[in-house]
């Protein structure tokens, strides 16, 4: 997507030798929600790529110096890793459904209302225009009020405004109505990551992991996490279950991360 062409393109001018990283990027973030399997393909592509596109920026540049910076946090849900992280194209209602279609002329559902505003929102966000992302997400919510994938989505874009203890608050209202939504971890985990709160975004990824061993995301954010700490040989690890769990759209992460792989002590 071009939010990480255009990171690739920015790390590639930034890029300086050195063993470290800045930060994890990763979220995308998704979630788990009542829509049809495409939605969940489409957020969490979108998320992911948005935090991977971050995280491959500190990567290259080889630099440890701080806790990722968030501007491009945008995943961290959406599409290429979410759920079941198939990259592939599945028809979904969302898809199907005009946005014309909501004021009007044709009876939709909730369901289906909340899934084209929230196919609407994710647009948006993969455009960096946050505030019409934003509303659209609301607008998702106002059908699907108990949506997980709607709450952790617009975590991920008050996250991105730098509205943290708002984007948190929709973390943990996601990981309230769903407790399995992998994304909403991994997202509020890489929001303490930021904080410098460690141990509670240890925690997360952890549990992440356990209820889905397969999500690349958390992998990434937790290997982060270990290196920054010093715990190089269980980093190494989380790094190698990454190159693993990988999808076909995260290549570039992937040529990254075994770049930098050769640098960790």
């Given at each position: 997507?071009?939010?990480?062409?255009?990171?690739?393109?920015?790390?590639?001018?930034?890029?300086?030798?050195?063993?470290?990283?800045?930060?994890?990027?990763?979220?995308?973030?998704?979630?788990?929600?009542?829509?049809?399997?495409?939605?969940?393909?489409?957020?969490?592509?979108?998320?992911?790529?948005?935090?991977?596109?971050?995280?491959?920026?500190?990567?290259?540049?080889?630099?440890?110096?701080?806790?990722?910076?968030?501007?491009?946090?945008?995943?961290?849900?959406?599409?290429?890793?979410?759920?079941?992280?198939?990259?592939?194209?599945?028809?979904?209602?969302?898809?199907?459904?005009?946005?014309?279609?909501?004021?009007?002329?044709?009876?939709?559902?909730?369901?289906?209302?909340?899934?084209?505003?929230?196919?609407?929102?994710?647009?948006?966000?993969?455009?960096?225009?946050?505030?019409?992302?934003?509303?659209?997400?609301?607008?998702?919510?106002?059908?699907?009020?108990?949506?997980?994938?709607?709450?952790?989505?617009?975590?991920?874009?008050?996250?991105?405004?730098?509205?943290?203890?708002?984007?948190?608050?929709?973390?943990?209202?996601?990981?309230?109505?769903?407790?399995?939504?992998?994304?909403?971890m991994n997202n509020l985990g890489l929001l303490y990551q930021q904080q410098n709160r460690l141990?509670?975004?240890?925690?997360?990824?952890?549990?992440?992991?356990?209820?889905?061993?397969?999500?690349?995301?958390?992998?990434?954010?937790?290997?982060?996490?270990?290196?920054?700490?010093?715990?190089?040989?269980?980093?190494?690890?989380?790094?190698?279950?990454?190159?693993?769990?990988?999808?076909?759209?995260?290549?570039?992460?992937?040529?990254?991360?075994?770049?930098?792989?050769?640098?960790?002590?």
């Open positions: 997507m071009s939010i990480i062409h255009e990171a690739l393109k920015k790390a590639s001018r930034d890029e300086a030798p050195g063993p470290g990283l800045e930060g994890p990027r990763r979220d995308r973030f998704s979630s788990t929600s009542t829509f049809p399997p495409k939605v969940h393909l489409i957020r969490i592509g979108v998320l992911f790529c948005l935090i991977g596109a971050t995280y491959l920026v500190y990567v290259e540049r080889g630099v440890l110096n701080g806790l990722f910076a968030s501007k491009g946090f945008l995943k961290t849900s959406k599409q290429e890793s979410s759920t079941g992280f198939p990259g592939s194209s599945v028809a979904s209602k969302a898809q199907e459904i005009a946005p014309e279609n909501l004021s009007g002329t044709k009876s939709v559902s909730a369901e289906d209302s909340a899934a084209a505003h929230e196919k609407l929102g994710t647009g948006h966000l993969e455009k960096g225009k946050l505030t019409e992302a934003e509303r659209e997400f609301l607008l998702a919510e106002s059908f699907e009020p108990r949506s997980s994938v709607i709450q952790n989505n617009l975590g991920l874009v008050l996250k991105m405004q730098g509205r943290d203890a708002e984007a948190e608050t929709r973390y943990r209202t996601a990981l309230q109505f769903d407790p399995a939504n992998v994304q909403a141990e509670e975004a240890k925690r997360l990824y952890q549990k992440a992991i356990q209820a889905q061993p397969n999500f690349p995301d958390s992998h990434l954010n937790y290997a982060v996490l270990l290196e920054r700490a010093g715990y190089f040989e269980e980093s190494r690890q989380q790094y190698q279950s990454f190159l693993v769990a990988a999808t076909p759209q995260q290549e570039q992460a992937v040529q990254l991360v075994k770049k930098h792989l050769n640098h960790l002590p």
